[in-house]
């Protein structure tokens, strides 16, 4: 289950700690060990303080981009860097021991919770920018995403119901709206069948069987997994779902590839997508 929830950004909770510069100075040599954090970082101001990323962290193109790992952070190949910050996934592999050794080497680390809400999402941009002395950027960031987002909500208002099905992966696992997608499709009113088989998983992502996808019937499938190579017409394939209401109406909408997984200022482009998306069914 740990492979499918990296799959999806590391959406669990937000407990955000951290560090303040004002005891120790505005950091000048960061390191961050996730992806969603380095949109974030470059995004309130913070980009030339930036010395290096992990090895997904492909957004913006103009982020230091190294063979570090936010999945196994390794201390040596850290510190090898000379960081005076490092911004740490708590669900990385032995986070809490990487944590403690770079302490002890007298480094910061700011200790990264996924979020589960868009409340969480902006909370983390308030705390990465409190962290690195760019408070103001945060602040601007934050106000644009709250704007554009509720302009796109306000625009989208539908009166009849609508389910969907967001796919993560080829083997069917969804997530329901417990989790940060969920919310997001929640914030549209949307009806989401993965809901229905909440109780398999208790971290909200359940894989779903074939069978209660077609009886569910949803009107428009979300592919998280295209930029795996999932494609509408690998879907209207599958045996049994042609009848299936968003393979029939042609309402299959691949996902642009990462935004959906992370919780930085791209994620009005999820909202926007969606929005295009419902707004195209009658």
Known sequence: MFKKIISVGFALVLVTAAPSYAAQ???????????????????????????????????????????????????????????????????????????????????????????????????????????TGNMSGAQTVISSMKSKISQILSSSKRHKPLNIFHELDSTLYSATSTTFIGHVYADFKLSNIADGAAKADDAGYPQLQSEYIIKTNPAVIFLSDAQDGTSASDVSKRPGWSGISAVKNKHIIPLPQDIPSRWGPRLVDFYQVISTAIGQIG
Do not use: C
Request: aromatic letters at 6%.
């Open 25 to 131: 100075g505005i950091p000048k040599r960061i390191i961050s060990l996730s992806p969603s954090a380095t949109e974030d970082l470059f995004a309130i101001g913070a980009g030339a303080q930036v010395i290096a990323v992990d090895d997904l962290s492909n957004f913006p193109t103009t982020a230091p981009i190294t063979k570090l790992s936010a999945f196994t952070p390794n201390v040596e190949a850290i510190v090898a860097y000379h960081p005076d910050l490092v911004v740490l996934n708590a669900d990385a592999t032995k986070a809490q021991d990487i944590k403690s050794a770079l302490e002890k080497l007298k480094i910061r680390v700011f200790i990264e919770r996924a979020p589960n809400t868009l409340a969480d999402a902006y909370s983390e941009i308030t705390a990465l920018g409190r962290a």
